[in-house]
């Protein structure tokens, strides 16, 4: 049944006022029950119905709309000039500045402007609001609140397609900017589609990228030019290095040639403290540190390779992942290997084999990160494997410190540039920790979940406030520490160099000891040989050879001898057949008696 009431109202009428008033109940349509269709149903016994004690409650969601920033330049130019009057012209501004100096307007303007100025300048002379009275002592400070961090803003790739964030650099000037380096690490399985291009990011605009850099290979590495804040060196998939200059447009603007590059992905790339500026080195998993100069990149300038055996053969060479160039050691430089095994080499060394000084191995998987101590450059920082180990290097057999095993895989490290007891990392669980050994040497100070895929890299900014940290999915969180993270305690210095020499010192008693009880070792089983060969009298060997063999000749025809007769005795009986019954017993009888007679004999 079909029920259509129609309500109609003159259009004069709409938006009336509404009037009520009250009025019995009428009853306008009753629909009798119909017992017929009681058959079309089947009661239901039991009937099972669940009750809820907790109060029902619904979840609704709400987005802001999105925010878009756009940078655009305002150009200025001199104004405030008559319609006649060129300010390009110097003869004109000169000419119309001397009339209007002459009017007496101006005289009058500037007089009483004068006054005023010069009761300001009085002001200013007699209380200088800026000065600092204490400029004479540190700007140490201790501060007793508890360490943390909080996110300041988070930069998501913008394509489809989901990239690792491999390397992250900051602007050398003001660190106003970041430059992220895309890429998939996994061998042969990057998707189809899958975007090149890497992004130089503006801290306060995260919805676009400030610069698109468009290399011809995903960038795994890249670096900003410490000179030259408009030149960025990138290191890409295929082995090749790429130079870009920002202020020439998103293009590479130099490229090293195919076939004198790197066989493998370029994992490091550090610029050299050099007079021009263009002098950077590289390295890769196909065990070759390379040198270049930018304004030269078709080829090389100097090639090592990192064969630890000192035979400069690539077969036999470690593959280098991440590298350590400090300023103050010009000649010295650190690479660590796929195999765990930090080479440290001297790059004016004569011969290639000098040029491999020592290695330091205790990890058990690739080195990620390898960072010297900005305020002890003797002591370096390498993290790989499930643990962080600091190094010294007067202790080459082991690491002088080093953290717990974690249960998830630690991805890279870094020093903090202002605190020397201060380290970070990052590990494939999304968690960054932060250790302070001077206040806690067995856990983390502060371990910070930043996002729930694994971290991949992480900078520190030169003050030491700021952290970025790039993650699986393209993600750059950037992170503020608390101010006691970031700001010199009082005698860290002091108790960090302590600490270091301390454990300098136990490490190398211990590699004493160890050396000592292995000579002893070598020394009593040296000493158990030579008294076994003196009590071990002469042998003859022939005649053992010969004695052994009559013996087992022997064995062999005494078990034939004994076969031999027992056939012949089978025979025997075989041929002799029994006449009568009475035979066979006195037989048996007279064998009985003579076998009874021959015992006794």
Known sequence: MEIVYVYVKKRSEFGKQCTFSDRQAELNIDIPPNPALAELFMERNPVDTGVQCST???????????????????????????????????????????????????????????????????????????????????????????????????????????????????????????????????????????????????????????????????????????????????????????????????????????????????????????KTGTECFSASTDGQVMWWDIRKLSEPTEVVVMDITRKEQLENALGAVSLEFESTLPTKFMVGTEQGVVI??????????????????????????????????????????????????????????????????????????????????????????IWDFVFKQCDPALSLKVCDEALFCLRVQDSGCFIACGSQLGTTTLLEVSHGLCTLQRNEKNIASSIFERETRREKILEAKHREMRLKEKGRTEGKDEELREEEPAVDLEGLVSKAEEDFFNVIFSELKKKEAAAMKKSKLKQRKPETDENAEGEEEAEEEGGAEETPA
């Open 56 to 274: 029902s409650m619904s979840e609704h969601e709400a987005n802001t709309e999105r925010f878009e920033m756009e940078t655009r330049g305002v150009n200025h130019v001199e104004g405030g000039w008559p319609k006649d009057i060129n300010p390009l012209e110097l003869e004109q501004t000169i000419r119309f500045r001397k009339k209007v100096e002459k009017d007496e307007n101006y005289v009058n303007a500037v007089m009483q402007l004068g006054s005023i100025m010069e009761h300001c300048i009085k002001q200013n002379n007699a209380i200088d609001i800026y000065q600092e009275y204490f400029d004479d002592e540190d700007t140490v400070e201790v501060t007793e609140e508890a360490p943390s961090a909080k996110t300041i803003n988070v930069f998501r790739d913008p394509q489809e397609i989901k990239r690792s964030a491999t390397h992250l650099s900051w602007h050398p000037d003001g660190n106003k900017k970041l430059a992220v380096a895309y890429s998939c690490l996994n061998f042969q399985r990057a998707p189809e589609g899958m975007s090149h291009d890497s992004y130089i990011w503006d801290l306060e605009n995260r919805n676009k990228p400030e610069t698109v850099l468009k290399p011809s290979s995903p960038v795994v590495t890249l670096e900003y030019n410490p000179k030259d804040s408009h030149v960025l060196l990138g290191g890409c998939y295929n082995g090749q290095i790429a130079c870009w200059d920002t202020r020439k447009g998103s293009l590479v603007a130099e490229l090293s040639t195919i076939e004198f590059s790197h066989r493998d992905p370029v994992y490091g790339t550090i610029w050299l403290q050099s």
């Open 344 to 433: 440290s080499c001297n790059r004016k060394a004569k011969t290639p084999a000098e040029k491999i000084v020592c290695t330091f191995s205790g990890h058990h998987g690739p080195i990620y990160a390898l960072q010297r101590n900005p305020f002890y450059p003797k002591n370096f920082l390498t993290v790989g494997d499930w643990t962080a180990r600091i190094w010294s290097e007067e202790s080459r057999e082991s690491s002088i410190m080093w953290t717990k095993y974690h249960m998830a895989y630690l991805t890279d490290g870094a020093w903090s540039p202002v605190r020397p007891a201060v380290f970070f990392t990052t590990k494939m669980d999304g968690t960054l920790d």
